[in-house]
């Protein structure tokens, strides 16, 4: 019987183009933009945007300049040096967001290629505090760029501030050093390390299988895809109430299979939509962005269907629990932004403070994006991913079990509450009520 | 439909009983002591005004309201007790209770599996069904695309197709225009020669009148007339045409002593009297003439065969209205 309600959910899916594009495309939209977002923001290339004023216009600044420009993180856009006006300039494009950052190299300070600490500083950046996390990008780019593309101008500062603070070179050492000094240039020049630059102290070691732009890619999927799990289920669950009001519900109730079916029929129905509506959005991640479905399809189906079965559950226990549509949709929207919030499936929840963090480990969103991370970052088998796993599993099992019970309670309760068409206890009290009051 | 038709009333024993119902809802009594039996083959109509207790003495017989005391038998068993014995009720709701976006067809196959019939007899069922009311050059029609009378055929055809011996309907004609309302009394008719029980609720006295072998008539909680059409007008009125006077202004008590004597029974705050009167226009004359002497200003006075309406009038000092 549940088969029945099952397939009018799907015929009527099916029906409405409104619905399929808000079920299937909208998700993987989402995803893409999220997506783009994820991988351009945090992967290789920062691409932070520069306005670059240089009022010094030397050999040594435009040997720093031209190191940045080389930066694959860096769009750095020069401003034409015409005195103080420019400064302003440069100030302007950085408040009105058309730079994220600027940099000034004016000219009344102390020389690059000097030691500092005796005028004012040869480099400023020039920050906007609502973008205060781009001063310490540039100020790495900068350091970056001077030791690695200007090595000898780093050296020769340190060798002039060490005569002037404690020795004096002879003529040979002086000659000695400024053979050094060039040929540190000449292999910078030439790309070569010169074994300066801090970035040869570094070696790097990702504890992820895949690569960070994948990690991101499979973060934002699992996000994206249970979010609008969510929010699909609720819309497919709230049609109990629309059943309520169309009398449905009324016709099934007094058949042999009762409230049951609905409620069955629907859960399945929940179920498989869920399931199609995550495959579409992995299978975009899969040929769109190179994520590894085809390797992890067994665990990727298992978790796809617990968080489904999750969704669907909680979505049921909503709508029993409801009196009307528009008291569902009311309550399901406002829970279902905060869970998602809250749980990640909006902004990574690394970004978040200690205690929302915490908070997250209470949201089903939480638990789906920690199997699918598992998964596709950790390379987790499926016991290893059994704690997310379990909670989904065991809170679709409640809310099943209590979407059922509800169902019951107030069609059959002891009291007589029942939730059809026409209740006719609030009917009758209502309209006896109100022929006592007109005699 | 395979039913085998009984005579209303007959010795068959009713496929429906309600014995001395008691719900209490809130301090109310919605239902006080309703005893009601149902037989296989007749339609009988329940009337009443709105909050008299039809709805939820529809949802006590479905099995869906529990009562206080008393008790309900579907087939010999309490379909509240026994899930199995509402497989031979059938209910068809007051709204259009079908899916707008499936079929005729599609919707019938959807009810019918709901409602348990197997798959190898469902399509049987649902092409029975649509011959029954009449859809079968728009089978494959969406709902939405349907008229209202025959959107209101389908609502209740899809209740039939376990082919229950009971079927409960809930103003099944409401909002149709005359000529959708008749398809639907054929329709009805059909059924109760197949031996199908019915119980009606309308608001539609004409309906009753051409439909209903027997009326009960509820009022608190209780049913206050129960029997054919035809007895009930001859109970109230016996063989003489119904008087109904509106009057200008609520009678004093001297009034109201002339009226009562006149076996007149008020409605509406007093304003309203109706009861039985020859069907000599001397005597309405004459009649008429006492009223103005006592000093009864009237607006409006009407003569005419006796029907349900003036039995439900007297009965309930409430008129029904289509």
């Not at chain 2, 196959?109 to 029954?132: K, N, Q, Y």
């Not at chain 2, 006492?290 to 409006?300: K, V």
Request: one cysteine or more.
């Amino acid at each position: 019987m549940s088969i029945a309600i099952f397939r009018a959910m799907l015929l009527g899916l099916l029906r409405d183009r409104g619905a399929l594009l808000m079920s299937f495309v909208l998700p993987a939209v989402f995803f893409v933009i999220m997506a783009e977002i994820f991988t351009a923001t945090t992967g290789d290339s920062l691409n932070l945007n520069v306005a670059v004023l240089d009022e010094v216009r030397d050999e040594t600044s435009a040997r720093l300049l031209s190191a940045l420009d080389d930066s694959a993180n860096l769009r750095v856009t020069r401003l034409d040096n015409a005195g103080d006006a420019d400064r302003e300039m440069l100030r302007k494009m950085v408040r009105n967001g058309v730079a994220d950052v600027g940099l000034l190299l004016p000219a009344d300070a102390d020389p690059l290629d000097s030691p500092g600490g005796f005028g004012p500083e040869p480099i400023v950046i020039v920050s906007d505090p609502a973008k205060a996390v781009a001063v310490p990008m540039l100020t790495g780019q900068i350091r970056q760029a001077y030791f690695g593309g200007l090595p000898d101008v780093a050296m020769g500062s340190v060798v002039e501030e060490l005569e002037n603070q404690f020795l004096s070179l002879t003529e040979e050492q002086r000659a000695e050093v400024d053979d050094g000094l060039t040929e540190m240039r000449a292999d910078a020049e030439a790309g070569r390390s010169t074994g300066w630059s801090f970035e040869d102290m570094l070696a790097y070691d990702e504890v992820a299988g895949d690569g960070g732009e994948l990690n991101l890619v499979a973060y934002s999927a699992g996000a994206v895809a249970f979010m609008f799990l969510l929010f699909a289920s609720v819309h497919g669950a709230v049609s109990l109430l629309e059943e309520q009001e169309s009398g449905v519900l009324d016709r099934v109730l007094a058949g042999p299979g009762g409230i049951a079916v609905l409620v069955n029929g629907k859960f399945l129905y929940l179920v498989l939509q869920g399931v199609l509506q995550v495959g579409v959005i992995f299978v975009v991640a899969w040929l769109g962005y190179g994520l590894d479905l085809p390797s992890h399809v067994l665990p990727w189906f298992v978790v796809t269907v617990v968080a489904s079965c999750t969704a669907a559950g909680l979505a049921m226990l909503l709508a029993t629990a409801c009196r009307t549509r528009r008291q569902a949709q009311t309550i399901a929207n406002t829970a279902i932004l905060v869970v998602s919030a809250l749980g990640g499936s909006m902004v990574p929840r690394i970004f978040m403070p200690e205690a929302l963090q915490k908070v997250g480990w209470l949201t089903p969103n939480t638990w789906a994006l920690e199997a699918y991370s598992g998964i596709f970052w950790r390379q987790d088998s499926l016991i290893e991913i059994a704690a997310p796993v379990g909670a989904m599993f065991g809170t679709a099992l409640l809310a099943w079990l209590a979407a059922n019970w509800i169902a019951q309670v107030r069609v059959h309760g002891s009291r007589g509450q029942v939730t059809a068409a026409h209740p006719p206890e609030k009917v009758i009290q209502k309209e006896i009520r109100a022929r006592s009051a007109a005699n | 439909m395979s039913h085998s038709p009984t005579a209303a009333g007959g010795p068959n024993p009713p496929l429906l009983q309600i014995s001395q119902a008691v719900k209490m809802l809130g301090g109310w009594r919605a239902l006080d002591g309703v005893d009601l039996d149902l037989y296989p083959g007749e339609i009988l109509v329940l009337l009443g005004p709105n909050g008299a207790g039809k709805s939820t003495l529809l949802a006590t017989a479905c099995g869906r309201i529990a009562l206080d005391s008393g008790e309900v038998r579907l087939a010999g068993q309490d379909p509240r007790r026994h899930a199995e014995v509402r497989s031979r009720l059938g209910f068809v709701p007051q709204h259009l209770a079908v899916y707008p976006y499936l079929s005729v067809r599609e919707n019938l196959e959807v009810f019918g599996r709901m409602m348990g019939v197997s798959r190898a007899t469902l399509h049987e069922r649902v092409d029975e069904a649509i011959r029954w009311a009449g859809l079968a050059d728009r089978s494959d029609a969406h709902c939405e695309t349907l008229s209202g009378g025959m959107r209101r055929r389908l609502n209740i055809v899809a209740s039939l197709l376990h082919h229950p011996d009971v079927v409960l309907l809930d103003e099944p004609t409401v909002g149709v225009d005359m000529s959708a309302r008749e398809r639907v009394h054929e329709l009805l008719r059909r059924l109760r020669a197949n031996g199908l029980a019915m119980l009606l609720t309308t608001h539609d006295l004409s309906q009753a009148e051409a439909l209903a072998d027997r009326v009960a008539v509820m009022l608190d909680g209780r049913i206050c007339l129960q029997g054919s059409p035809s007895e009930l007008i001859h109970r109230e009125f016996d063989t003489r045409q119904e008087l109904k006077i509106v009057l200008r202004d609520v009678p004093d008590d001297s009034g109201v002593s002339l009226l009562q004597e006149l076996e007149l029974k008020p409605a509406h705050g007093s304003i309203t009297w109706s009861g039985p009167v020859s069907s000599d226009l001397a005597h309405v004359g004459e009649l008429t003439s006492r009223l103005q002497q006592a000093g009864l200003r009237t607006a409006e006075v009407r003569v005419r065969e006796a029907c349900l309406e003036g039995v439900l009038l007297r009965a309930t000092g409430e008129e029904l209205r289509l």
